[in-house]
């Protein structure tokens, strides 16, 4: 139960409110080694809390003070292809709606499939397609988190896609936009796949984000979504594509990753 999970931390975080909550992607995780705060490690405290299996993926929450904000984070996730329910897969998106967050932050690894883009890059996610065939909003609609038909018109907010690109100049960064499209994985696309998520207008191809992003709209929070490109997307280089290629490729990012999201966290 999500009630569990949430009067679990309620406990433990005492006066804590926390205001901001961040998802860190695959390889991106080491943002929330950086906190000092709680740390509660999901796969064995956390009433009935999902933990991952995959590699670049630790499984915590970690709640503290990051940048004069009360933020929690999320350090890992875990994902459709691991064969847990949509439902399971967006809890902790839940459970910071519970605690009282207003903006989620969601990153991921992501292949390029805009031709423009380059391994290392970061991408503000404009907009995404939901190309996983489920949506997490499936079942018995929760009156008390949102409605039955949720609006989609803008997830990714206009306010915080502005914020980013401003920090992101600050800092120097280059900072690409573009659309995110995922699918279930765990396979990777193949080249004609890549060629049609061009046609439909996709920018970077992933396996995440998508579920949390629907679900953080359906509940009222403010979502921004940034992607960290660490390949390019089957056929677009004559490279097979590997797990280590995206992790070494995260790690070359996340000096950049790690400003950005330090910047933005402390003028949000
Ligand atoms: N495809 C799907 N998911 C990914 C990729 C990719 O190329 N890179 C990182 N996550």
């Known amino acids: 139960m999500i009630s569990d999970s949430v009067n679990f931390i309620k406990n433990k975080l005492l006066n804590f409110e926390p205001e901001i909550g961040i998802v860190l992607g695959s390889g991106l995780g080491e943002l929330a080694d950086e906190v000092n705060g709680i740390t509660i490690d999901e796969s064995g405290e956390l009433p009935d809390f999902p933990a991952p299996t995959v590699e670049g993926h630790k499984g915590r929450l970690v709640l503290g003070e990051f940048e004069g904000k009360n933020v929690l984070f999320m350090q890992g996730r875990?994902?459709?292809?691991?064969?847990?329910?949509?439902?399971?897969v967006t809890m902790p998106v839940k459970v910071f709606k519970l605690l009282g967050v207003k903006t989620v932050i969601l990153t991921n690894a992501a292949g390029a499939?805009?031709?423009?883009?380059?391994p290392a890059d970061l991408m503000l996610i404009t907009d995404h397609i939901n190309?996983?065939?489920?949506?997490?909003?499936?079942?018995?609609?929760?009156?008390?988190?949102?409605?039955?038909?949720?609006?989609?018109?803008e997830i990714y907010k206009k306010n915080l896609r502005d914020?980013?690109?401003?920090?992101a100049a600050d800092l120097g960064i280059k900072l690409r936009e573009g659309v995110y499209l995922a699918t279930s994985g765990p396979s990777y696309e193949t080249p004609a796949e890549i060629n049609m998520f061009r046609l439909?207008?996709?920018?970077?191809?992933g396996m995440s984000t998508v579920p949390e992003a629907i679900v953080a709209n359906y509940c009222g929070m403010n979502v921004m979504g940034i992607s960290c490109i660490t390949n390019y997307a089957a056929g677009v280089s004559d490279k097979k594509l590997s797990h280590s290629?995206?992790?070494?490729?995260?790690?070359i990012?996340?000096?950049?990753?790690k400003n950005l999201i330090r910047k933005i966290v402390k003028n949000l």
């Open 131 to 153: 190309f996983m065939g489920v949506n997490p909003l499936v079942g018995k609609n929760n009156d008390k988190l949102g409605t039955r038909f949720p609006d989609m018109s």
């Open 245 to 251: 290629e995206v992790i070494e490729n995260a790690d």
């Open 200 to 205: 439909m207008g996709a920018d970077a191809v």
């Open 253 to 257: 990012a996340k000096k950049d990753f």
């Open 113 to 118: 499939v805009n031709k423009r883009f380059n």
């Open 163 to 167: 914020l980013a690109k401003k920090c």
């Open 78 to 88: 875990v994902h459709y292809y691991e064969g847990l329910s949509l439902d399971k």
